[in-house]
Every structure is written in structure tokens, then in C-alpha cells.
């Protein structure tokens, strides 16, 4: 769980996600990115079994925050959980079942976009197009290249070898495994986006950055 000022959310998000009961182990891998708001005094908070915080003492990212947990995760797989709640973390349960009933071992939580779940016209266009154009480079057929919900192999997430320090690392994961003629299976899942004052941070910026990544890795260049 990649948390970078998320003090208006994150004891929710604690509190759901520790909650959980899943048909296997688990742990909960909290990487603070530095942040400057209470969540470094809500983490110091908590004691629980499952639960590891680790902290970045410089801003670097959401793909750097999650390489990070996943250089020290000792489990089988790997999926991030944004700590906006912007996403159920009930439903990770949903996307164990594939791997469970050996459908698949790359699970996507495909998100269910309507007007009550977007944040605005052009953000749920622009991720269209990105998936679009995944699509198109690599001659697949996926829903929602951006999900935060990407459940895979701990070893395979290493061997991919994800570079992109920001949001930029969605677009890297997609675009590697489907580089790699790996199809994810995809199951779907609620989504509620919040908006510029709750604190939502990707831009449009990081949308030409995923086209890019997206290019590069089709040309073997990433």
C-alpha cells in the first residue's frame, strides 16, 4: 500500500483492509512516501500481526513506494491497495479466486466507470485511449490497463523489473506482461473516484507518460 498524505483516509483503509479474511496468508506492506500531513503519526498508531510500514524519506512515487514492499514481501503474490478508497478492499477477495480455481495466475479488477464513480468525462476517456492504444501495440484485449488492483506473482512482478517511479508504473506492468503474451484474466470490481480536493493526484501528464512507456516497451526499448 503505497500512502503519500493520505491522513483523511488511511484509518478506514487500515481498518478495512486488516479486517479482511482471505483464504490464505497475507500480510500488509504500508509504504509511507514521505509524507507531511498526520500519516506518519496514524501508522505509529497501529500494531497488528500482518501489518510492516516502511518509509521513503523523500517523495519518489507509487511504483517506487511499491518496489519497495515488494523487495521485502515474503508471499506468493502481490497486489497494490491505494489507501484513497477509492477502490473495495473487500473485493481483492474477488481477485484471488481465478488464482484459487487455477484459472489464472494474473488477475486485473476491471472498474465499473458511471456517473456516480467518475471523476470527470475526460479522465474516464483518456483511460480508454490508454487502454486502447495497449490494445492496439500489443494485440490484446484488456478493459482497464490503469486498475490499481493488479494481482500477480511476487516473482514475476520482480522479473519484470519495474522501473517507473510515479503512476507510470500501471502503464509499465500492463504493457510488460502483455509483451510477454501474458493475458490477464479480469473479474470486476467497484470504483468511486475522488476528486482534485479529496486529494487525487494523476494528471493528464501521466497519461502522455503511459503512452510513452507504452511505445517503448512495444519497441523493446524499456
Known amino acids: 500500500m503505497p500512502v503519500f498524505n493520505e491522513e483523511r483516509t488511511l484509518t478506514a483503509v487500515l481498518d478495512r483492509v486488516l479486517a479482511l479474511e482471505l483464504p490464505c496468508d497475507w500480510e ?71 488464482v484459487l480455481e487455477k484459472e489464472s495466475d494474473v488477475v486485473f479488477g476491471t472498474r465499473r466507470f458511471s456517473g456516480h464513480s467518475a471523476y470527470s468525462f475526460w479522465y474516464v476517456v483518456g483511460n480508454h485511449a490508454l487502454t486502447m492504444a495497449a490494445n492496439v501495440l500489443f494485440n490484446a484485449y484488456i478493459r482497464d490497463l490503469e486498475t490499481c488492483f493488479k494481482l500477480l506473482p511476487l516473482s514475476l512482478y520482480r522479473d519484470l523489473n519495474i522501473r517507473s517511479d510515479g503512476f507510470g508504473m500501471e502503464a509499465e506492468i500492463t504493457g510488460k506482461l502483455l509483451q510477454r503474451g501474458i493475458r490477464p484474466y479480469e473479474v470486476p470490481i467497484s470504483y468511486r473516484a475522488r476528486t482534485r480536493t479529496e486529494g487525487k493526484k494523476i494528471t493528464w501528464r501521466d497519461g502522455v507518460e503511459a503512452i510513452w512507456i507504452l511505445a517503448r516497451i512495444r519497441a523493446g526499448r524499456y
Open 28 to 98: 500488509l506492506l504500508v509504504v509511507d512516501d514521505a509524507s507531511t500531513d498526520e500519516t506518519p503519526a496514524i501508522l505509529e498508531s497501529y500494531s497488528h500481526p500482518a501489518l510492516q510500514v516502511l518509509r521513503h524519506e523523500v517523495n519518489q512515487g507509487k511504483g517506487a513506494a511499491i518496489r519497495t514492499a515488494a523487495a521485502v514481501a515474503t508471499g506468493d503474490y502481490v497486489v497494490p491497495c491505494d489507501a484513497d478508497l477509492e477502490y473495495r478492499p473487500e473485493e481483492i477477495a474477488d481477485l484471488l479466486t481465478p
